[in-house]
C-alpha cells in the first residue's frame, strides 16, 4: 500500500516553544491531508484538514493559532504545535488517500509529543 | 452524527484460539469501513477495507465481515498468535469531508 511518513517520532519540548511535525506522502499526491490526535486509552479524533494551496479546515474546538498547519506541496503538510504546553502532549498522527474519493487510508507513524 | 463502536474494549485469549472483534455504526449510509492494528506508540497499520458493496474480505488469518444494513462489521482472527497482540480500529469514513471516524478500539492480548 501508500506510505505515508511523519516525522520526528517522538519529541520532548520544553512549555512555551514550538514544535513542528512533518507529515509526508512518499509514493503519490495528496491534496487533502488529515492530522489526527489520540489520548492515552481513547481513539482518534480529528483536529484538522490539510488542504494544498489553501487555509486548513479545523474541527470545532481547535485552536488554529495554536496549531498551525501548513499545506505547501502535494507531498508535504506540516503541524505547529505553538506555545505548547503540557495540556498538548498527546499522540498527533497524519493521514492521506491514495486517490481522491473513498479510498483506503493511510496513517503515518504517529508522533509522541511530550510538553515539560 | 456517525458514532463508532467496538466490543469488547479488551480482550485476553490464549494462544491458538479463533476470536472475533466487534464495530456498528449508527449510519449505514457508509462507502467503506476500513480495519486497522495499532501497536502501542505506534501508527494505525490498515488491516482490511471493504467496500459498501463487498461483504466480506479476507486476508491470511483476518476475515471481515459487513453489514450495512444492521450496522455492523466483525474481524474475525484464527489461530490467534502473540504477534497478533495489539489494538485493532475500525473507522468509517465521515460525510463529505472524507476523514475517518473511528470506533475506541479493542485492545488484545494473546497469551503464549
Known sequence: GAVVSQHPSRVICKSGTSVKIECRSLDFQATTMFWYRQFPKQSLMLMATSNEGSKATYEQGVEKDKFLINHASLTLSTLTVTSAHPEDSSFYICSARERQGWTEAFFGQGTRLTVV | ?112
Not at chain 2, 457508509?30 to 477495507?49: A, C, E, H, M, V
Not at chain 2, 474481524?75 to 489494538?87: E, R, V, W
Open chain 2, 1 to 112: 452524527k456517525q458514532e463508532v463502536t467496538q466490543i469488547p474494549a479488551a480482550l485476553s485469549v490464549p494462544e491458538g484460539e479463533n476470536l472475533v472483534l466487534n464495530c456498528s455504526f449508527t449510519d449505514s449510509a457508509i462507502y467503506n469501513l476500513q480495519w486497522f492494528r495499532q501497536d502501542p506508540g505506534k501508527g494505525l497499520t490498515s488491516l482490511l477495507l471493504i467496500q459498501s458493496s463487498q461483504r466480506e474480505q479476507t486476508s491470511g488469518r483476518l476475515n471481515a465481515s459487513l453489514d450495512k444494513s444492521s450496522g455492523r462489521s466483525t474481524l474475525y482472527i484464527a489461530a490467534s498468535q502473540p504477534g497478533d497482540s495489539a489494538t485493532y480500529l475500525c473507522a468509517v469514513p465521515r460525510g463529505s469531508n472524507n476523514d475517518m471516524r473511528f470506533g475506541a478500539g479493542t485492545r488484545l492480548t494473546v497469551k503464549p
